[in-house]
């Protein structure tokens, strides 16, 4: 059984920073092209960034609002994804998911992250 579980969440002030890991059980995770998702409230799911197969060179993509401030990462020795957030804003709060590239794994229950002072 496929089973994704988020960590590393927490309350942060503006400007702040913070590393999200993601572990993967059940599923050949290096297979995947792996990707970071948010939700904000009262908002839809949102992707922010991904990160491509090491047979693919472990390419990332960014969404234009967290280009340079965020980094993924992936150790597949380990199935964890990771998400390290720098220069963390307001705007930034929102429960982080992750899911390969195209959603096909059931989703976790995700890691809320507060930005505010």
């Known amino acids: 059984q496929v089973q994704l579980v988020e960590s590393g969440g927490g309350l942060v002030q503006p400007g702040g920073s913070l590393r999200l890991s993601c572990f993967a059980s059940?599923?050949?995770?290096?297979?995947?092209?792996m990707a970071w998702y948010r939700q904000s409230p009262g908002k839809q799911r949102e992707w922010i960034a991904t990160i491509t197969t090491s047979s693919t060179g472990m390419r990332t993509i960014y969404q234009d609002s967290v280009k340079g401030r965020f980094t993924i990462s992936r150790d597949n020795a380990k199935s964890t994804l990771n998400l390290q957030m720098i220069s963390l804003q307001p705007e930034d709060t929102a429960v982080y998911y992750c899911?390969?590239?195209?959603?096909?794994?059931?989703w976790g229950e995700g890691t809320q992250v507060t930005v505010s002072s």
């Open positions: 899911n390969s590239a195209g959603s096909a794994l059931p």
């Open positions: 059940g599923a050949p995770f290096s297979r995947y092209a």
